[in-house]
């Protein structure tokens, strides 16, 4: 989102005349995308902000005929501390919230005059719909759509609901750029719900997961997130379609059939649990049990077999006893993530925990918690991995390894890193003249060894989503397969 949100402001500047560098000396004005979903990212800010400090007065004393540096926060840490920001850091000029981007040229224009500008108003209305972002990776094969903005789930841990707003729906027009690969994003992109369109009169509404509920109205009327990915999923068979992150609560099966049955959008879904005990997720306001989301996981799993599964934990919430935080250890075991997010809790001001729950985990205690998490999870997800070593998957290039140039990187349809050597590979199954793999190639690669994190395999031949997952070509592709080993 973070960086979707960078995209969406440097659009507005470009579009103002200002152009981008990568080299610091050269920059009149730095601006910082920030989060506060967490303490650790804020603290980072604080640190790079004492850097720029020393920047801003070296260039001050030694670069008479230069502008003044101008440094200007932007994001969800400029919406959460507002005007602190300006009062404890001096050398701030700008703290623009996520709502008011297109006021950044306006703002700028504040600072040329010496003042500070501010602007940390949220909007129920502004969905930045009229604005097409600048991916700043412009070779990527990859890129983030958004298709809503804020949340109303109001987990008393969260700060989303008051530096983003409300939610708001967007959906943005895909254009042919060749990119292989959307991710739909959005704090709670599975509640996606567009009622803009008066002419549509959809009889099925929002029917949360069973044994899930929810401290807000469900919406009514309109598109649903279902409907959304069933359009998206069809305006290129050849592009992946994956989506995140979405609450447990809205994963109606209407949502899972499609992702069993289009070919493009891939069996890979992020089931944020949080914790594995039931008291601590009603201190929590998650909305559900660990009964309830274990039988969600088993239905998932029913209906998509193969699918990958990863999560969001938070270690040492408040009041989390040694026994309760067993139960997230337990549950982790059980359902046996691919990927997992985890964090040692931090009490952020605004939330429902900060008025209402004691932050009594000691630090330490948190800090345990979380690596026996991470530990834990790095265990699990090897013994997955090691279970891919001689399937046959398909993989989308994304470029060179960031360890060797004689490597390239790619992900498989559930996500997981797999690195191939950058060799020469036939075309197709039934073409022998061979070319190099490239970046936003689909190759077929056979899996040969295994880490926690990364797949290692060999590239077979070059193909196409579509024709990989052909039925009609299945016998095919299976001797191609036999013939390439």
């Given at each position: 989102m973070n960086v979707n949100d960078v995209e969406i402001s440097w659009s507005v500047l470009k579009n103002s005349g200002y152009t981008r560098t990568s080299e610091l000396g050269q920059a009149d004005v730095i601006l910082m995308m920030t989060c506060s979903i967490r303490d650790g990212a804020e603290q980072k800010i604080w640190r790079k902000l004492n850097i720029l400090k020393q920047y801003k007065k070296k260039r001050q004393r030694n670069s008479e005929n230069l502008p003044p540096l101008k440094i200007g926060i932007l994001g969800c840490m400029a919406e959460r501390l507002k005007s602190k920001i300006l009062e404890q850091e001096k050398m701030v000029d700008l703290v623009c919230g996520p709502d008011a981007y297109k006021d950044l040229p306006r703002m700028l224009a504040v600072t040329e005059s010496g003042q500070t500008a501010v602007n940390v108003l949220l909007s129920l209305d502004e969905t930045y719909a009229d604005v097409m972002?600048?991916?700043?990776?412009?070779?990527?094969?990859?890129?983030?759509?958004?298709?809503?903005?804020?949340?109303?789930?109001?987990?008393?841990?969260?700060?989303?609901?008051?530096?983003?707003?409300?939610?708001?729906?967007?959906?943005?027009?895909?254009?042919?750029?060749?990119?292989?690969?959307?991710?739909?994003?959005?704090?709670?992109?599975?509640?996606?719900?567009?009622?803009?369109?008066?002419?549509?009169?959809?009889?099925?509404?929002?029917?949360?997961?069973?044994?899930?509920?929810?401290?807000?109205k469900p919406k009514t009327g309109g598109r649903r997130f279902s409907d959304l990915l069933d359009k998206v999923s069809q305006i290129d068979p050849e592009m992946r379609i994956r989506f995140t992150s979405p609450h447990p609560k809205d994963f109606?099966?209407?949502?899972?059939?499609?992702?069993?049955?289009?070919?493009?959008?891939?069996?890979?879904?992020?089931?944020?649990?949080?914790?594995?005990?039931?008291?601590?997720?009603?201190?929590?306001?998650?909305?559900?049990?660990?009964?309830?989301?274990?039988?969600?996981?088993?239905?998932?799993?029913?209906?998509?077999?193969?699918?990958?599964?990863?999560?969001?934990?938070?270690?040492?919430?408040?009041?989390?006893?040694?026994?309760?935080?067993?139960?997230?250890?337990?549950?982790?075991?059980?359902?046996?993530?691919?990927?997992?997010?985890?964090?040692?809790?931090?009490?952020?001001?605004?939330?429902?925990?900060?008025?209402?729950?004691?932050?009594?985990?000691p630090d330490d205690v948190k800090s345990r918690r979380h690596l026996q998490l991470r530990d834990l999870f790095r265990q699990e997800a090897l013994k997955l991995n090691l279970k891919e070593i001689g399937s046959t998957q398909l993989i989308l290039i994304e470029g060179e390894s960031k360890r060797s140039p004689l490597d390239m990187a790619g992900r498989n349809d559930g996500n997981v890193k797999v690195i191939v050597p950058n060799t020469n590979i036939p075309e197709s199954c039934a073409d022998i003249s061979t070319r190099k793999i490239q970046r936003g190639d689909y190759v077929v690669v056979k899996i040969r060894s295994a880490n926690s994190q990364v797949l290692h395999g060999i590239p077979l031949y070059h193909t196409s989503l579509t024709e990989f997952y052909n039925k009609d070509n299945l016998i095919t592709e299976q001797l191609c397969q036999s013939s390439a080993l």
């Amino acid at each position: 989102m973070n960086v979707n949100d960078v995209e969406i402001s440097w659009s507005v500047l470009k579009n103002s005349g200002y152009t981008r560098t990568s080299e610091l000396g050269q920059a009149d004005v730095i601006l910082m995308m920030t989060c506060s979903i967490r303490d650790g990212a804020e603290q980072k800010i604080w640190r790079k902000l004492n850097i720029l400090k020393q920047y801003k007065k070296k260039r001050q004393r030694n670069s008479e005929n230069l502008p003044p540096l101008k440094i200007g926060i932007l994001g969800c840490m400029a919406e959460r501390l507002k005007s602190k920001i300006l009062e404890q850091e001096k050398m701030v000029d700008l703290v623009c919230g996520p709502d008011a981007y297109k006021d950044l040229p306006r703002m700028l224009a504040v600072t040329e005059s010496g003042q500070t500008a501010v602007n940390v108003l949220l909007s129920l209305d502004e969905t930045y719909a009229d604005v097409m972002p600048v991916r700043l990776n412009e070779n990527s094969p990859s890129a983030f759509v958004s298709i809503m903005r804020g949340c109303d789930n109001m987990c008393s841990y969260c700060i989303v609901p008051f530096t983003r707003g409300r939610e708001r729906n967007e959906v943005r027009m895909l254009s042919d750029q060749g990119i292989k690969e959307v991710t739909l994003l959005g704090q709670n992109v599975n509640s996606y719900r567009d009622t803009s369109d008066s002419t549509i009169h959809n009889s099925i509404d929002t029917k949360l997961t069973p044994g899930f509920k929810t401290v807000y109205k469900p919406k009514t009327g309109g598109r649903r997130f279902s409907d959304l990915l069933d359009k998206v999923s069809q305006i290129d068979p050849e592009m992946r379609i994956r989506f995140t992150s979405p609450h447990p609560k809205d994963f109606p099966d209407e949502v899972l059939d499609l992702i069993k049955e289009r070919s493009n959008i891939c069996n890979q879904i992020h089931l944020p649990a949080q914790s594995g005990n039931s008291e601590v997720l009603q201190r929590m306001r998650r909305g559900y049990t660990r009964e309830a989301y274990l039988d969600l996981v088993y239905h998932i799993r029913h209906r998509i077999p193969d699918v990958y599964l990863s999560s969001d934990f938070i270690a040492g919430f408040c009041e989390e006893t040694e026994l309760e935080h067993e139960d997230t250890v337990s549950l982790m075991k059980e359902v046996k993530y691919h990927v997992v997010y985890s964090f040692p809790y931090s009490m952020r001001q605004k939330t429902s925990a900060y008025h209402r729950l004691k932050d009594n985990v000691p630090d330490d205690v948190k800090s345990r918690r979380h690596l026996q998490l991470r530990d834990l999870f790095r265990q699990e997800a090897l013994k997955l991995n090691l279970k891919e070593i001689g399937s046959t998957q398909l993989i989308l290039i994304e470029g060179e390894s960031k360890r060797s140039p004689l490597d390239m990187a790619g992900r498989n349809d559930g996500n997981v890193k797999v690195i191939v050597p950058n060799t020469n590979i036939p075309e197709s199954c039934a073409d022998i003249s061979t070319r190099k793999i490239q970046r936003g190639d689909y190759v077929v690669v056979k899996i040969r060894s295994a880490n926690s994190q990364v797949l290692h395999g060999i590239p077979l031949y070059h193909t196409s989503l579509t024709e990989f997952y052909n039925k009609d070509n299945l016998i095919t592709e299976q001797l191609c397969q036999s013939s390439a080993l």
